[in-house]
């Protein structure tokens, strides 16, 4: 324990012995075969060993690239989703719930995470989780950003120039049609003006699934029969909902609905009623409808439906 204290005050990636080294001598005799190889199998041998262990590399960096973790759908998160490792949102996610649990400050956090992983600790995540700023990636160890296996170059040294790209653009730029010229000088304005940029946010939809409330199904029902031209129809008794009943749970006609037919157009129709359905419904079948019933819109309204006209309730 004495050690491992002393050890985490050092940038080591939480890695304190050297089991991960020493391990891999059982796993490359698993791939070697008898005690008599010859040299082309051995070295044919360290290759698939080698291969393997690249396979399961790439692996592991597709997965935080294209991965998203429920427990990282946080909002301090969105600029590190995508960019930094999977390990490294875990010991976030970890450091977070610490100082969730225990009242944690600078002095009593230790800092631990941030001198042996390059990471922020509790303490340096505090402020972002009471505002809406995002961890800015900079305060990221560039070993857990690194999701590529291609040869790093520090950033001082580097120099970043766009020549070659520009001229990558102009090349392709002038092999391309007059309409397509337009249309690439146009994305190329939105993106360096993007206050002038006619690309607007889409509209969020305010109106979520789910069945209305009474007081939308009650206006709903009141714009309908105000609009609706008044027809004359007639029913006759059925085990079916009535059609006084079928008024009160009037909803939208935006499902499926059960209508009950009869051959029999000699009875009189003894009352006349609105019902807003029956403009969803030809003219030439209104004489034959003595029943319209309105089943649920709960996203389920085929099968009521089906069970309707098979004469069982609808739930």
């Known amino acids: 324990m004495f050690v491992s204290v002393w050890i ?26 008898p005690k008599n190889y010859s040299l082309d199998k051995f070295i044919g041998s360290i290759d698939r060993f080698v291969r393997s262990q690249l396979t399961a590399i790439y692996d592991s960096f597709e997965t935080s690239l294209i991965s998203r973790r429920h427990e990282h ?7 590190l989703r ?8 875990d010991k976030l996610v970890g450091e977070i719930q610490r100082l969730c649990t225990h009242r944690i400050d600078f002095s009593n956090c230790g800092c631990i995470i941030r001198h042996s992983c390059g990471l922020p600790c509790a303490c340096m995540l505090a402020p972002y989780l009471n505002s809406d700023d995002k961890i800015p990636l900079d305060s990221i160890d560039v070993f857990w950003r690194k999701l590529n296996l291609s040869p790093a170059i520090f950033v001082a040294t580097e120099e970043i120039r766009c020549d070659s790209a520009l001229e990558m653009f102009k090349e392709d730029f002038n092999e391309q049609p007059e309409f397509v010229k337009k249309n690439m000088l146009t994305r190329l304005r939105d993106f360096f003006q993007p206050s ?7 509209a969020i939809q305010k109106n979520t699934r789910g069945r209305p409330s009474l007081k939308k199904q009650q206006k709903k029902r009141a714009d309908a029969a105000s609009q609706a031209p008044r027809r004359c129809s007639y029913s006759t008794p059925s085990k079916f909902v009535g059609l006084d009943q079928m008024e009160s749970n009037q909803e939208p006609a935006r499902h499926s609905s059960y209508v009950s037919t009869i051959p029999d157009l000699n009875e009189v129709p003894p009352s006349c ?8 419904i030809p003219d030439m079948f209104h004489p034959y409808i003595s029943h319209i019933q309105n089943v649920a819109g709960d996203r389920n309204c085929g099968f009521r439906a089906v069970a309707v006209s098979l004469g069982y309730d609808e739930d």
Do not use: W
């Open 8 to 33: 985490d005050q050092h940038l080591n990636f939480e890695e304190r012995t050297t089991n991960r080294a020493e391990s891999q001598h059982s796993k490359l005799k698993k791939y070697i075969g």
């Open 73 to 79: 759908n946080l909002k301090c998160f969105d600029d």
């Open 82 to 89: 995508g960019f930094v490792s999977l390990q490294a949102l």
């Open 196 to 202: 002038k940029t006619r690309i607007k946010e889409p």
């Open 273 to 280: 009623y609105i019902n807003p359905l029956m403009n969803e």
